[in-house]
């Protein structure tokens, strides 16, 4: 299964992924990885050697992206980058596209990063979790492939609860690209 990232932050998820297929027998392999600005994930992307570009994801430099992308011929494109993608890429890689977004969708839909986490913290709720998703047009709005749910403790702190969805969302992702790979 080859993968490409689209990131915009630390590259966490990146790094899980990279990092579980270099140390277990996985038919996983991330071909690339295109950012939107420096940050840690291109860091790591440069230290591990794999090949990376930057890119405004404004519209303006789509198609360029876009050909770098086919350059690489992945079966997946994981979204971990904060922006919303202009309706070409949607047209162009369709179902290949997926998405690791920090609530249980629908809930909190359209926010961004860690935002859903604090959002569902504010209102109170009792659960939250992750959602690997599919890509559509509509922000947040495609099939989902594959949920995890977490217990909010009583009294837990914003960056507790932060890290045991990353992690959740982690396992989440692998799980969601085998399940993704089965539909394909």
Known sequence: MKIVFLCSGGGGNLRFLDLVSSAMPMPIEVRGVLVDRPCPAEQYAVSRGLPCGRYRFDGTDDEEALAEIDGWAPDFIVTSIHRILSPQWVVRHGSRLLNLHYSLLP????????????????????????????????????????????EVERDEEFSSLM???????????????????GES
Do not use: K, M, W, Y
């Open 107 to 150: 809930a909190f839909a359209g926010s961004i990063g860690a935002a859903p986490v604090q959002a569902a913290l504010d209102a109170g709720c009792r659960f939250i979790g992750t959602t690997f998703h599919r890509v559509e047009e509509q922000v947040d709005a495609g099939a989902i492939v594959c949920q995890s749910v977490l």
């Open 163 to 181: 890290e045991r969805v990353f992690r959740s969302g982690c396992v989440n992702l692998l799980n969601g690209l085998c399940v993704a790979a």
